[in-house]
Every structure is written in structure tokens, then in C-alpha cells.
């Protein structure tokens, strides 16, 4: 989706990120991006909370009107909660759980060789 | 820990656990671009854009850009073969990553000029070359048709 707002910037539509990926947009190099530091999946908000939602929204939306230097993140002021857990559980790899993502991953080669076998050359 | 999650080491790592060889390259760019949005947001036509889709797709099912006009949204949205945070939330909120009833909202009240007549829905696709080629190319087409003067890119 990065790559696809620069293009856009480029031919001069406007464009503003909403997102939870800082390093993965920051490093795509896109105009705006409002940070929204939450778990993947709900960049505008938690899910039900209306107004944290709007009030990102309007943010983002501010950052149209305001920024002109590309490569601009603000930062919402927003926490998603104050355990910061998740932060730390996301893609986590603890040494009991080695075995069962080396299945994981051999399962899914399987599935995509089994998947390039059976498509028509 | 206050610190934003470094998604790039973390997927590398993992996937790495998983038994694979070569690392995914995310895109990177030095050079970037910002075009002035050239009249106020109470005057614009604003796009929605997401990644989520509108119909299911699974892990290695073709991925397609796919726009549709706003009077024929589903009210369900698709995110299965997507990266995203399964254990901490749920998508069951359309509004926590599709923002359209409060953009609905805020032309209404003026704060932006109008929605664009459309939506569009944008698969993150791994393939940067076919992003840049393919996609990109046709949400472009997509925002000229629909007169749109800036994009709001929601993505998972």
C-alpha cells in the first residue's frame, strides 16, 4: 500500500497513511503517515470506540491540509492499552514453540509446491 | 516496552524459525514525494482505500485491486491471508480499519468536501514489481476516474 501512495503522490493525488507498521511504511518512504502504535489489524482505533477512531481520523486527515514535506509521521496520542503486552507477544518465538514452527513452515512449502504442481504450465 | 514493535526483524525472525532461507526485502526508498493536496480538505474529494478484501481469499489465492462504489459495499470484509495481530484483537469492527461511516460523518458535516463514489480495496501484494507496475497504475486510474483529491490508505 506504501508503494502504491507514492505512485499516486507522484502523479499528484494526495495521499495519507493511517497505519501500526512504523519501521515497514517509514522505511517504503510515503508522504504523510499518522502512527497509530496498536496491534496490527486496527489502525484507526480500537474496535467499538468511536471516538478514538474519529479522533485519528481527523488527525489523518489534518495531515493533508498541514504537511507538505514528504516523509512526515505524526504520532497519534492515542495507547491502545497500558499493559503494552502485545508488543511483546506478536510473532514471539519462545524455545518450547521451535518444533512446532518448524512444521508450520514446512507444512506451508509443501502447500506451495503441492499448489505450483497442480497449476497449468 | 513503549517502543514501536520492529515488524521487519520480528517477521524475518520468525519465518526464519519456520525453516526459510530468504528473507522477504520490504520495499526502501530514499527518495520520496508529497504532493500539496492544492485546495482545503471542506472542498476535496476523499478516497478510502484498505487492504482488507471483499471476497475470501486464502494464502496463496490470487490477489486483485478491486474498487466499488460506495452504494454497493459489503458488510463484511476478508483479511484471512493477511499479517495481522490474530491473539491482541479482532476485525469484527469494520470501522477499526475501514473508516467509512465516520467519513460519511464528516461530509456530512463539511468537514471534508465529499466521498469519492467509490471505495478501494488494495491486497498487499509481495510482488513490489507487480505493485508498482500493475496495481499502482490501476488505483491511479481508479482516483482520476472517480475525481479524487486525496487518498485515505488504511492499511491492516
Redesign the interface.
Known amino acids: 500500500?506504501?508503494?502504491?501512495?507514492?505512485?499516486?503522490?507522484?502523479?499528484?493525488?494526495?495521499?495519507?497513511?493511517?497505519?501500526s507498521?512504523?519501521?515497514?511504511?517509514e522505511?517504503?518512504?510515503?508522504?504523510?503517515f499518522l502512527?497509530t502504535?496498536?496491534?496490527?489489524?486496527?489502525?484507526?482505533?480500537?474496535?467499538?470506540d468511536?471516538e478514538m477512531?474519529?479522533r485519528n481520523?481527523?488527525q489523518?486527515?489534518a495531515m493533508?491540509?498541514t504537511?507538505?514535506?514528504?516523509?512526515?509521521t505524526w504520532l497519534s496520542p492515542f495507547h491502545w492499552d497500558a499493559s503494552?503486552e502485545?508488543?511483546?507477544?506478536?510473532?514471539e518465538?519462545r524455545e518450547e514453540d521451535?518444533e512446532l514452527?518448524?512444521a508450520?513452515?514446512?507444512e506451508?512449502?509443501n502447500?506451495?509446491q503441492s499448489?505450483r504442481s497442480t497449476q497449468p504450465k | 516496552m513503549d517502543r514501536p514493535v520492529e515488524y521487519i526483524e520480528r517477521t524475518r525472525n520468525y519465518y526464519a524459525a519456520q525453516g526459510f532461507t530468504t528473507p522477504y526485502r520490504w520495499a526502501s526508498n530514499d527518495d520520496s514525494v508529497c504532493a500539496p493536496l492544492g485546495k482545503p480538505l471542506s472542498e476535496s474529494v476523499v478516497g478510502l482505500a484498505t487492504t482488507a478484501a471483499t471476497y475470501p481469499r486464502k494464502m496463496f489465492d490470487p490477489r486483485h485491486v478491486v474498487a466499488i462504489p460506495n452504494n454497493e459495499l459489503p458488510n463484511k470484509f476478508f483479511a484471512d491471508d493477511l499479517e495481522w495481530d490474530r491473539a491482541a484483537t479482532h476485525l469484527d469492527d469494520t470501522g477499526s480499519y475501514f473508516p467509512f461511516e465516520l467519513l460519511c460523518k464528516l461530509a456530512d458535516d463539511g468537514s471534508i468536501g465529499r466521498l469519492a463514489q467509490r471505495s478501494y480495496f488494495l491486497p498487499t501484494e509481495y510482488s513490489q514489481r507487480k505493485t508498482i507496475e500493475s496495481d499502482a497504475n490501476l488505483v491511479l486510474r481508479y482516483c482520476v476516474e472517480d475525481q479524487v483529491d486525496a487518498l485515505l490508505m488504511v492499511p491492516l
Do not use: H
Not at chain 1, 1 to 19: C, D, W
Not at chain 1, 37 to 48: E, T
Not at chain 1, 86 to 91: E, S
Open positions: 500500500m506504501s508503494l502504491i501512495s507514492r505512485v499516486l503522490e507522484q502523479n499528484g493525488i494526495a495521499t495519507v497513511i493511517i497505519g507498521a512504523k519501521d515497514v511504511v522505511l517504503c518512504g510515503v508522504a504523510r502512527f502504535d496498536y496491534p496490527l489489524g486496527n489502525p484507526m482505533g480500537k474496535p467499538y468511536r477512531q474519529e481520523l481527523r489523518g486527515l493533508l491540509e504537511v507538505v514535506s514528504p516523509r512526515t503494552r502485545w508488543k511483546q507477544k506478536y510473532m518465538i521451535r514452527l518448524r508450520k513452515g514446512e506451508r512449502r502447500q506451495r499448489r
